[in-house]
């Protein structure tokens, strides 16, 4: 699967697109109503094909629901039974139940088979109307669902998931493997040693944010100077995040060139950011992750996660020994059984650049065996 998004143009008969997520909003809002009040009548959960009858009866009913498609329509209601899911599976852990949100802030709907036909170049047809776009690539592959997403500076996106069947296996091209250390001071540490900093785009605009901010909380609740003050502020943040994912994609492509294979520890980013908060946020890991494993793909390039427990930090490269205990201050240890100097974010990914290669095929490893450090 593939995620495709490109940005409609600006035209008068996108209102319609955003009345169809306004309207999208206030039917995720009633089924979250309806599932309170069920709940509260028979402690029961409502199930997710009886509201799916009971939505299809009031459209008939409410026109204005009418400018969402059925199958759009279901797609509401089957995610939120998996928000349900998901919190009646994991509620000890503190995840909530959904809740309701704001029209103006509902964000998208989604069209899996019908709804939607492109009609070749730039031109999609959404329900009666047609569209066009910016075609920055071709669509390759099955369309198999899209969506229409809202901005909170109101512009509007179309993603497009694609299926593009079955890839080629692993192409060995530079015959290298790397292990990478994820640290809050380096941002990557790579086992030949050399080190990769992050920039904290959102640390270095703070003081613009905070200003941009201000701004915003003492104009009036309700006038055009605050609505002015509040897509500015928008801007701001949107500008760190085009600027940290612009430098993911430059450094996935980097590190795709450079390696064949690449190793990462299994990170827990949620326990992490409870401790260190903003920081975690600023340097997105998560996202750094997902973009380098689509690049990868796309090169026939392989990415390995090791375990999440395996104590890279701990064990020593040279001899395997491992300690006991090593408090997250200690930046450099001396190994008690060979007597080597480790620092401990070169070792830890040295440590998992042979437990990731351990992982792969055996073919794999020994094309890739001039890189691994000893």
Partial sequence: MKTLKFKLYQHKRNRFLKRSINAAGIIYNHCIALHKRYYRMWGKHLNCAKIQGHIAKLRKRKEFWQSVGSQAVQDICQRIEKAYQLFFKHNKKGV???????????????????????????????????????????????????????????????????????????????????????????????????????????????KIVANASRHHSRKLKGSSNRERARKNLVRKYEDISNRRRDGAWKLAHDLTDKFDVLCFETLNLKGMQRLWGRKISDLAFGEFVQILEWVAKKKNKLVVFIDQWYPSSKTCSHCGHVLEKLDLSVREWRCPSCQSVNGRDENAARNIQMVGASTIGLGDVRQAMPAIAV
């Fill in 96 to 206: 909530r139940p959904p809740g309701f949100k704001k029209v103006r802030k509902y964000k998208s709907f989604t069209l899996k088979q019908a709804g939607y036909k492109f009609l070749g170049g730039n031109r999609v047809k959404i329900g009666s109307r047609v569209y066009q776009f910016w075609k920055s690539r071709e669509i390759e592959g099955t369309v198999k669902t899209l969506t229409i997403k809202r901005t909170p500076l109101g512009e509007l996106f179309m993603v497009v998931v694609v299926d593009e069947g079955s890839k080629p296996k692993v192409e060995v091209k530079t015959g290298k493997i790397a292990g990478f250390d994820f640290g809050l001071k380096t941002f990557l540490t790579c086992s030949d040693g050399t080190t990769i900093e992050s920039p904290q785009f959102l640390k270095q605009s703070l």
